[in-house]
């Protein structure tokens, strides 16, 4: 970032521009992961199977995930995990098929 993308806000504290916030806000939204190759992944309303089926992701599917939170553990082609991530409004996959380079969180907790 320049020096002329840079504002002091009174405060004492220097912010970036409003353009620049959203850019990394949208850069971030468009962060996606992809499915296991060659799985149809269920898309479930909470985290866990028990879950009602919402829709099914067709493979070669990516995903973006708003949230995470602990739900039932599965086991899939990326390990065991009882993470759960939230890819839209009521809408729950397991974090073991998704492939997000981590066995822990990577989004903040639902």
């Known amino acids: 970032m320049s ?7 009174g405060g004492g504290e220097e912010t970036a521009g409003g353009a620049e916030a959203e850019a990394v806000a949208a850069t971030a939204a468009l962060s996606s992961y992809p499915v296991a190759p060659g ?9 866990g199977t028990n ?4 829709r099914v ?6 995903v ?3 949230c995470q939170r602990p739900g039932e553990w599965v086991s ?13 409004s009521g809408q729950y996959v397991s ?3 998704i492939r997000t380079g981590s066995d822990g969180y990577v989004a903040p907790r639902c």
């Open 3 to 9: 020096l002329d993308q840079v504002q002091n806000t």
């Open 39 to 47: 799985y149809r992944l269920n898309v479930r309303s909470g985290p």
């Open 51 to 54: 879950y009602s089926l919402v």
């Open 57 to 62: 992701l067709s493979v070669g599917s990516r």
């Open 64 to 66: 973006s995930i708003n």
């Open 76 to 88: 899939g082609p990326y390990g065991t995990s009882n993470i759960w991530d939230n890819i839209g």
């Open 95 to 97: 974090d073991a098929y």
